[in-house]
């Protein structure tokens, strides 16, 4: 998910800038998708929910795309709207295999928005998807438009993230559901400034200080927003461990290493070398489904 970063450090200085918009824009514009999904089947970002033995990215980051689905509830003739969507992949896999009648996405990243567009046309489901570019916080749409509301590991980026849990409510439906999978800090009494290792940049530059809290603090936004009894639920047991695993072990797949360059693969390596801080910082690092009701 995160092994470009620091690749090279002049990419790295370009994500700094103090339009929240424009830095969440760039974090993903300087990834390069020959080497993100190098030997993969899907464009799937996020870190997977790893159950006993799966051993690949692409089957755990389907199984996190489940997980959320079934916490939202997600069922057939259900209008959805999937904020920070990345290449879309779970909604295809919803449209599939939910039958959800439509999905909306939004995404402030061009790049994104075209592929999935893109492929909509290709797989004859233009006429039930509507990917666009927008805000998590100023979401275009009218009041009780959506019977779903998600954000697939990528709430954490919004700027502030209790501003798009308002606009969740606003634009959900009476009975409808805002359901996350997002990453907090286990405590309060984590410093985001502490954490040191390359893969885990992130955490310094593109999650706002706003949205450094843990999961007392995000149920009560939750409430603030108005949301109906949420539940914040650790998923971390499966979630940080086995991507940590296949992302330190992944320039020796023999298939990844016949399509990325030796430079490529040799700066990745040095990049996940400190496994020992990775462990350290991944345990202060919560990972959590959310959800939240609309009376």
């Known amino acids: 998910m995160f092994e470009n970063l620091k690749i090279a450090g002049r990419a790295i200085r370009t994500v700094f800038t103090a339009d929240p918009i424009t830095r969440v824009r760039r974090f993903y514009e300087i990834q390069s998708p020959d080497v993100e999904f190098a030997a993969r089947r899907t464009h799937y ?7 006993d033995g799966v051993t690949d990215l692409d089957t755990a980051a389907e199984a996190l795309a489940d997980k959320l689905a079934d916490a939202a509830g997600l069922k057939p003739d259900d209008t959805v709207l999937d904020v920070g969507f990345g290449y879309a992949d779970q909604d295809f896999k919803w449209l599939r295999e939910r039958r959800i ?8 990243t061009p790049h994104h928005v ?15 998807t509507d990917f666009r570019l927008g805000s998590a916080t100023e979401l275009p749409f009218e009041d009780d438009t959506f019977d779903r509301v998600v954000a697939l590991e990528s709430a954490f980026h919004f700027y502030p993230r209790s501003a798009f849990f308002a606009e969740a409510l606003r634009v959900l439906r009476p009975g409808g559901v805002l359901a996350t ?24 530059f593109s999650i706002p200080k706003e949205n450094w809290h843990d999961r007392d603090t995000y149920r009560q936004e939750l409430v603030e927003a108005g949301f109906a009894n949420p539940e914040v639920h650790s998923i971390k047991d499966r979630t940080w461990e086995g991507w940590r695993a296949y992302m330190a072990d992944r320039t ?22 400190n496994q020992d801080l990775m462990k350290r910082e991944l345990a202060q690092l919560d990972y959590v489904i959310a959800v939240g009701h609309k009376r």
């Open 45 to 51: 970002m996020n870190v997977g929910y790893w159950t």
């Open 114 to 128: 075209e592929a999935a567009q893109r492929r909509a046309q290709e797989e004859g489901l233009a006429d039930r």
């Open 252 to 273: 020796n797949d023999p298939e990844f290493r016949a399509v990325v360059k030796p430079a490529v693969r040799k700066s990745m390596a040095a990049h996940w070398k």
């Open 101 to 108: 009648a439509k999905v909306y996405g939004l995404n402030i």
């Open 181 to 204: 999978a997002d990453i907090i800090p286990v405590s309060g009494n984590v410093v985001r400034a502490a954490i040191q290792s390359g893969p885990l940049s992130f955490v310094k």
